[in-house]
């Protein structure tokens, strides 16, 4: 089974100021990992994924993230925010056994990240 | 090409009544995963359907049932609705059984009376 914790339910920045969402998981087999983007009263938006290779992974809209195995840890960063930025943010894991995913995300709860002028 | 698209957008019932919600993938994906998004919350998984069978079922009662059609389309039917199923559905396609990338739709949202 796997779980996934967002350890800030919101966060309140001033534009052209940096984040970071935290979040952390645990599974009893490898995952992929991801951050989606939720505006209001929308589906998720996809903002990176980490599957393999390099543990810093680049996504739209200036965000990046990093996988750290040793802590189950898959971090948001972004180096200075807009008001456009302000929405909801979920980290997700998709389990795989064997290079198969089993296409079932489990999502953490959710940061609100509010960028104020 | 198009997104994944559902519907309808909204929907209010009553208590005990049924519901279908209705998604169409992204032409060329055979994977589609249903959630549910309660206010305040992540979204949870509820199915995943490739090539018209069920893959993957998350711990919801046998009220909620889905199903895939030969065009990949899907169907998630409620039955016997609580107050507590209203939330916010939503349907996701990828190309691959795995579904390494999911691609989401806008939702349906549905309130229980």
């Known amino acids: 089974a796997q779980s996934v914790t967002q350890l800030d339910s919101q966060v309140p920045v001033f534009e052209e100021a940096p984040v970071e969402l935290r979040c952390n998981y645990s599974?009893?087999?490898?995952?992929?990992l991801f951050w989606y983007v939720q505006y209001p009263n929308q589906g998720l938006q996809l903002l990176l994924k980490?599957?393999?290779?390099?543990?810093l992974v680049k996504g739209i809209n200036g965000f990046e993230a990093e996988f750290n195995k040793s802590q189950t840890s898959f971090h948001l960063r972004k180096p200075s925010v807009h008001i456009s930025d302000t929405a909801e943010y979920f980290c997700?894991?998709?389990?795989?056994?064997?290079?198969?995913?089993?296409?079932?995300?489990?999502f953490g709860q959710g940061t609100i990240l509010t960028v104020h002028p | 090409d198009a997104g994944v698209t559902q519907s309808p957008t909204h929907l209010i019932k009553t208590r005990g009544q049924h519901v279908t919600l209705r998604c169409s993938p992204i032409s060329g994906h055979k994977s589609v995963s249903w959630y549910q998004q309660v206010l305040g919350q992540g979204p949870q998984f509820i199915f995943q359907y490739y090539e018209k069978e069920e893959r993957g079922r998350g711990n919801f009662p046998d009220r909620f049932s889905a199903r895939q059609f030969p065009n990949y389309s899907s169907e998630l039917n409620v039955n016997a609705l609580l107050l507590g199923d209203s939330a916010l559905y939503l349907c996701?396609?990828?190309?691959?059984?795995?579904?390494?990338?999911?691609?989401f739709g806008p939702g349906t949202r549905l309130t229980v009376l």
């Open positions: 980490y599957l393999s290779g390099s543990t």
């Open positions: 997700a894991v998709n389990p795989y056994a064997g290079g198969t995913s089993y296409g079932k995300l489990t």
């Open positions: 599974s009893s087999v490898s995952v992929y």
């Open positions: 996701a396609s990828s190309s691959l059984a795995g579904g390494f990338e999911q691609f």
